[in-house]
């Protein structure tokens, strides 16, 4: 298996390119087909895999990094991509194609900035206290203790 060059951000090439044209404004679609070189994909890959990247955490943060540094002519070039986005999403209703539109209207809204994508992180692990702690991993050692005391900080208690 290729080993994938990725920049100082986790991404690969394709996935930058497709962060910098999704910040121009282009659809998720439309920016997979250009920056994997892939023009010729089916709509519904296309789309499939356009949006997969675009949940990604790191090419999100990248498009949000980008849109923040954007200058004026950027935002020209955004404006007529996003003029061309909502062609495409009315060219989506006008043929009935009800899972594109669905999709248009996801990214519009995630665009606005009414829809933001969450992540929960769960842990089962029980919270400790640090004598409980330092106790746990000393295992009844006390210069063990002593030095985890130390480490944290807190030598005077106990």
């Not at 007529?80 to 986005?85: E, L």
């Amino acid at each position: 298996m290729v080993d994938l060059v990725r920049d100082k951000e986790g991404l690969t090439p394709q996935q930058a390119r497709f962060a910098a044209l999704l910040a121009q404004g282009r659809t998720p679609s439309r920016a997979y087909r250009e920056a994997s070189g892939k023009l010729g994909t089916a709509d519904k890959n296309a789309s499939r895999s356009g949006a997969a990247w675009a949940r990604n955490p790191l090419i999100a943060f990248r498009v949000q990094k980008l849109m923040e540094e954007a200058k004026i002519t950027d935002v020209e070039v955004v404006s007529a991509n996003h003029r061309q986005f909502l062609s495409d999403m009315d060219s989506a209703r006008k043929a009935g194609n009800h899972t594109a539109l669905m999709g248009y209207n996801r990214q519009l809204a995630t665009m606005d900035g009414r829809l933001k994508e969450t992540l929960t992180v769960e842990s089962k692990e029980q919270r400790m206290d640090d004598e409980t702690l330092i106790k746990s991993l000393a295992k009844g050692d006390d210069k063990t203790a002593a030095m985890l005391r130390a480490l944290l900080g807190r030598e005077g208690f106990a």
